[in-house]
DNA sequence: CTGAAAGCGCTTACAG
DNA sequence: CTGAAAGCGCTTACAG
């Protein structure tokens, strides 16, 4: 019956024709949408039932410039390739989404240009607030950023970038990346590895890679063990990296008895490489990755990991940006706990 | 020597900034900014110079609402936990952003509801167009797209949805779903199998996993095979739904001696149970899966699975999309090829 | 090639 | 609790 409404009408209903079919102002039907409880129930009903019979869907351009907030935060990662970004993203989509914020998203692909580009065109679309990931970011990001004076949150790093020049900072929310290196070079001390090699995605421009280097390293130097710059190779993120990787590792002598992956795609493909090579994991060769991904419990041999609970770390970060821009107040960094899931490695084969 | 302006001013520097430093009009700047042409040289020069002085970044919402266009396309997609989609997704971003526009992204999780939701928050955002997957959508979602006049795009599919009272249709990319089905059932019949089982993802509400499991039973038929009601599981996507659906096949009898999964994810769980169970795959029991995720090509054993080109899938939607907006002309339905990789399947063992 | 001015569709003090 | 009106920051015919 309001088919005649719906279907003929050539334009979108706007606010005004709603206000005039419920016979308010248009000052009214924007509270009853937006503070409910300013309006009268009686006419907050009319209203209601005109916007249904209308179809009306606000205009959110319009709504953004008048009111200054777009509802939407912008994030950028490095990609959605990878099922570590992918479901952090998740979890700070529906937290997002939740209270009425929409996503938009975008991928760097590892280079600190198009982050800069990315960030652009997110800012340009007059983002309420910006979620980054690592604390390493072109000086030209930063610049807009603050320019922008909009919030803006680091995650999965609880590292301010250590290079900075710059005095920007922005709050952190994320991983002690050191930490996850130890973890796994403690792990492999105690089971009496004393040969490592480490599998790191490449480092440049790439804090969180670099911490998880530092913190396998100086673990290790705690334990009296020295890595030497043949037994760490960087590669790129991808099946391929770490297979590659761990072809150069088993060719050195001593050859190594336990990898350390800078992540679970990597410690994947050392994996495939080393069943390839006929290398009996974890018998000859212990690997530890880092992530957790739902494959990597699956997977047989057994895959040590580091677990980190990224889809918690987006939620975390929405929830922190939600009531940083309801308070004004800018949020205290935070470091989510992470933890060692041990399968399937075992001490150096006895020789 | 621009820090005073940068740092200094407490407010974001606006158009009119702009055009008061370079000594022209806003008319003029924003013509320097979005038709570059229709400016004189020495003029746009000074402009530029002007922008790069402020830094200024000009305000998205305004310009959605003075020109009509947001430059942001909205995406919803059951979500991006799954490598398949995140890959599409990625595919559309990064062709949407080479040609400046941005995407709003948005997961269901399989609930059509949800979906209704999220159309409506993508619509409120004014986004230019709107990527659905699949041509299954609750009758709001259609009303609420239809009455938003923008370009709809349904991916995923090339088949409208049957149960058609709706006259509503969008225009399609995607892939045959139903020859998915066929591949895998024509793959295993030729091999000799002739007791099949099939673990599918939930096809209420959604066409893909139902057209699936259609052309895999037709193609059955045609070779005078039937499947049976119990060979034919229905398990949420996910390794633990192909577990499932693995275990209760491998309790028939006759046992299956290949089974097709309605995408790798449940293939791999498939897998992984089957090596739990300790059954020889590929020579007491095939599977053949679809999407060809890297994971797949990987694994061991081997795992035959129908290629889907989803990233490309992404890209051809962005660009169909741009053409849409830039042109005005609805594309055609487009159906991309698909092709099996056949890895590690065998014929039944000999009893 | 450039400018003055209207207008995009909302929100929000300000009055009442 | 409601309305009249100004204003958010751009774009775009319309003139010149």
Sequence with gaps: ????????????????????LAGVSTATVSRALSNPDMVKGNTRERILQAIARL?????????A?????????GAIVPTLDNAIFARAVQGLQSTLSNAGYQLLISAHEYSLASETEAAR????????????VGAEHAHETWDMVRASRIPVLITWTNTAAASEILTTTA????????LIGRLAAEHLLSLGHRTFGMISGVTRHNDRARHRVDGFRTALAEAGVRLPEANLIEQPFGFDGGRAGLKHLMQ?????TAVFCGNDVLALGALFEAQSMKIDVPHALSIVGCDNLPISSQITPGLSTVLLPTYELGQRAASTL??????GQAPDNACLPIELVVRGTSGPAPN
Tied chains: 1, 2.
């Design 65 to 73: 410039l008048a009111s200054g907030r777009a509802r939407m935060v």
């Design 171 to 178: 709050p952190l929310i994320g991983f002690d990346n050191r």
């Design 252 to 256: 050195l002598r001593p050859r190594p």
């Design 322 to 327: 939600l009531e940083w821009l309801a308070t």
């Design 55 to 63: 179809g009306y869907v606000p205009d959110g351009a319009a709504r």
């Design 121 to 132: 065109a997110l800012l340009e679309r007059a983002v309420d607030a910006l979620v980054l």
């Design 1 to 20: 019956m309001n088919d005649a409404l719906e279907t003929n009408s050539v334009e979108r209903p706007r606010l005004s024709d709603v206000a005039a």
